[in-house]
């Protein structure tokens, strides 16, 4: 058992506990890779996990599965008499999820098709909204016997400071990887084009934007090897080989300061 499941239980039942940290943690993993429409998902996945721990914790008996409606959780936590309980569990937490909820479950249909794409606005939204959430019930539970800074500690750690690992510029990709080498960087660029290719040229380029000189970035690019397929034209496609050791690198990379 992680401390943050500890730190929640027995004030929430375990097993929403488990769900809604599983959904968090994934949620961030989607954030840090630039996946947003994924991330908008998994927040609202890990919105309906909590509140079905504020539900059950108030006293509530959850309706089945495919009856559950957010909404009327919600609105039935909110409508809870005055003093009852923490205006944290009434109110502010509800609020919180109405908001990353109402993203979650509109993302796409609330823009015009000629607005600059709203996803990682909307990313950065849930994710934040969900860490406030989580922060708020960890301090709930410990009945403030946690510092804030302690708390916001813990939640800090899954976020990773909710910072994305990779970042584009007018089509131009960086990853925010501490302590990424030459060939890890090409690795990387080709696991985010797949499942289309990239010439060694434009890998090469890919690479020396990450601070490496040519040399070393052609070295990185000819130290793929069997990681890649190489087409009649020349050009790279990562091999599921590849995607695995990239996808291994992101699981365990670290944000670069």
Known sequence: MSDLEQ?????FAAKHVK????????MTTEFQQGAWEETIGKGGKFVEAALKALYVHVGKTLPAAREFKAGKVMADLEQLASGSFDDAIRLTIPRACRF???IASNRGARHDPGEIDPNQMDARAVVASAAWTLAEMLRYAQNGGLEPAVVQELVDGLTQRQYPLLEDVDGRVYFHVRGASARDVALLSLWHKHPGRMTEDELIAAVMRHRFKKPNATMAV???GHLVDRDEHGKLRLL???MRLAEQLIASAKIRE
Do not use: I, S, V, W
């Not at 769900?19 to 994934?26: D, G, I, S």
């Open 240 to 242: 599921q080989t590849g």
């Open 19 to 26: 769900a809604a940290l599983k959904h968090f943690q994934a």
């Open 100 to 102: 990353a909820y109402d």
């Open 7 to 11: 730190m929640l239980q027995p004030t």
């Open 222 to 224: 000819a130290r793929l």
